[in-house]
């Protein structure tokens, strides 16, 4: 039978439960042990995929379909666990179930209450990841203890705990020591308070992970353990990272995290085999060598916006032995400024996903530089629509060419509605979500890039390439070199007359990895290398012979 181990989370919010929840499974799985990973989100929304990017950061599909939080992509960075749409739970589709069935007549006549019929539904949630070939169920719990709106996943983890088993169960809080500048101290009374709330509820945390910026000594470390009611072994200090978050794992570790889960849960763990993550972390701190990719979007302000863009550059550079620099570059400066202005010197460009017309014609222009100036350019989701968008205008001459989504009656609409979508009303989960396949066509950079003919990628969109245009297209250069033959769509275009210029309709950032970076984003960071490189040979013979 599987285990369990729920992660809360006190003080406030953004601590990094995601990330330390996803380092616990890693450590596990690197001692043998098979884990699912889960998250329970207590907002409303039936999932995020309605929400603002400003609000809530990237949507993560998954592959069967489901729109998430985004640190199921911590998951699946971390660990092999099968994330689906068992993976996470909101507030809204909790409750949403419990209606149906109520309408269902399910309850037979009974008044419906968040004891017992919510929290059992919760319970159910749970359950749900609990397959017969794994050892340990994580579940994260979003939110912040003491809020009102996560009062019903902790009083469904306290009756978990109850009705498998406390030698079952394990609780791992994660809370924030602050540090007083002004004072020059550590203060344990917000985590005390945490705690406190915690154990109202009915629940003793068997870990205090304690997130913090400076040094914890052993007195206070005692102290929380005195008043927290934890073993001392049990309270672990884990400190802000400075170079990367692939030290997580590593730092939990020296602390013998895993070892103190493996006791408490008696599970059947073999030694731990960290040596390829531990040699991947100083292969990020030996680095030196640089180069400045420019991700051109309207949602920059905020860095949970295109995490996994983020981090698939980052592994990508971890391949190259080359650090990539992030350069933010808001697509409304662009329209104002021009191109030239924000991405002159830049050693590469990237157009991320996103919807509505806000930014589009700095995304156009964006791409039209690189195009013009011979720079890597690779484009996500909507940027493949735009890099058709202004091939049609600037190179094909069609001047009017523009997309349905933003110019509904446009006289040359080179992206269009999906005719699977026409009709559809409703907003959420409505979209086409999940993997579907797609086949290359040899000789071209995108075969080169996997190394095999059918490939499978994740989506989130509801417009495509229009095919009446692919032949014009086509006879200007454009190649469509790869398409999910099922339905004769676009998938992959590429211009061969340029150093590196390609656009892909799915989402690659959900399926790369800090040890088996994506090849598509292996591929541009190595084109932008090479870029980086001769400017910087130019730059030492300009310097030799001036």
Known sequence: MARYIFVTGGVVSSLGKGLTAASIGLLLERRGLKVGMQKLDPYINVDPGTMSPYQHGEVYVTSDGAETDLDLGHYERFTHSPITKNSNFTTGRIYLSVIEKERRGEYLGSTVQVVPHITNEIKSAILKMATHDLDVVITEVGGTVGDIESLPFLEAIRQFALEQGRDKVMFIHLTLVPYIRAAGELKTKPSQHSVAHLRQIGIQPDVLVCRTEVEMDDDMLGKLSLFCNVPREAVIEERDVRTTIYEVPLMLQEHG????????????????????????????????????????????????????????????GISQRVKVKLKKVDAEAVERDGARAHLAGVDGILIPGGFGHRGIQGKIEAIRFAREEGIPLFGICLGL?????????????????????????CPVPVIDLMDEQKGVANKGGTMRLGAYPCTLKEGTLAHSLYGEARISERHRHRFEVNNRYRQLLSAKGL????????????????????????????HPEFQSRPLTPHPIFKGFVRAAQQRARAAKSRASVAGERS
């Not at 190649?479 to 892909?504: C, N, Q, R, T």
């Open 257 to 316: 995290l895993d070892e103190i889960v493996v006791r408490r849960l008696q599970l059947p763990a073999g030694d731990l085999h960290l040596d390829d993550w531990r040699e991947m972390v100083q292969t990020i701190k030996a680095v030196d060598e640089e180069l400045t990719i420019a991700v051109c979007g309207k949602y920059i302000q905020l860095n949970d916006s295109y995490k996994s863009i983020y981090e698939s550059l980052a592994h990508a």
């Open 385 to 409: 629509q735009m890099l058709v968008i202004e091939f049609a205008r600037n190179v094909c001459g069609l001047a009017p060419a523009n997309s349905t989504e933003f110019e509904p009656e």
């Open 479 to 506: 190649v469509f070199s790869g398409m999910y033959v099922e339905k004769d769509l676009v998938e992959i275009v590429e211009y061969p007359d340029h150093p590196w210029f390609l656009a892909v309709q799915f």
